[in-house]
């Protein structure tokens, strides 16, 4: 939007439509509301498991290839021209950074963290080691998730599109994020066998 709109004026808030930040906001407000810690981290390690098995299947050139895609919806356009190793390193990132907001959140750390965009920005010579590394996040993740329970708290931290979310709605951005690129590997895999 144009003319001193929000998007116009913080660069963050511009990296996707703001009509698809409104409905991926309510969206992930009604997941973590509806659906159970449990549930929702069944369907966290499907996506990241599968995108791990999407990436064993190919060859280490393969991996690297920096492949360009058209744009969907829940990813900014400076992520359309990624490999599948810088994309499992984002999620590595990513992944790795929830658990810790989690964790500080669920146990009333007034821990301080910032957590910004360019933190969790893939590595250019990202390589297959990340498939391994994913698979650790996975489960380090799963076993302070699985230990909190509830995941029940009084303390929220800001996201950068969703403003202050509690430990369940960081824990939904984690399971959505996950399929969306996960998604993202399938479309890149799509053009690399095209």
């Known amino acids: 939007m144009r003319g001193g709109a929000p998007d116009d004026l913080d660069p963050l808030r511009a990296l996707i439509p703001w009509h698809e930040r409104r409905a991926a906001d309510l969206g992930l ?21 599968q995108a791990r098995t999407l990436a064993q299947g190919l060859s280490e050139e393969q991996g690297r290839a920096r492949i360009r895609i058209a744009r969907f919806p829940g990813i900014e356009d400076s992520s359309r021209d990624w490999s599948v190793y810088m994309t499992l390193d984002h999620l590595v ?7 810790v907001l989690i964790h500080a959140i669920c146990t009333d750390h007034n821990h301080g963290a910032e957590i910004g965009l360019e ?35 009084r303390e929220r931290h800001p996201h950068p599109w969703f403003g202050p979310l509690n430990a369940r709605q960081w824990h939904a951005v984690a399971a959505i994020h996950n399929r969306t690129h996960r998604a993202q590997i399938e479309k890149i895999l799509r053009r690399l066998r095209a």
């Not at 009604?30 to 990241?48: C, K, N, Q």
């Not at 990132?93 to 658990?99: I, K, P, Q």
């Not at 590595?123 to 590394?133: E, F, S, V, Y």
């Open 29 to 49: 407000r009604l997941y973590a509301s509806f659906v159970s810690p449990a549930a929702i981290l069944r369907a966290f390690r499907r996506d990241a498991l």
């Open 119 to 153: 933190d969790v920005r893939p590595h250019d010579d990202a390589g297959p080691d990340r498939i391994t590394a994913l698979e650790a996040a996975v489960e380090r993740y799963t076993d302070v998730v699985q230990r909190l329970g509830s995941l029940r708290s």
């Open 93 to 99: 990132m990513v992944n790795t950074a929830v658990m």
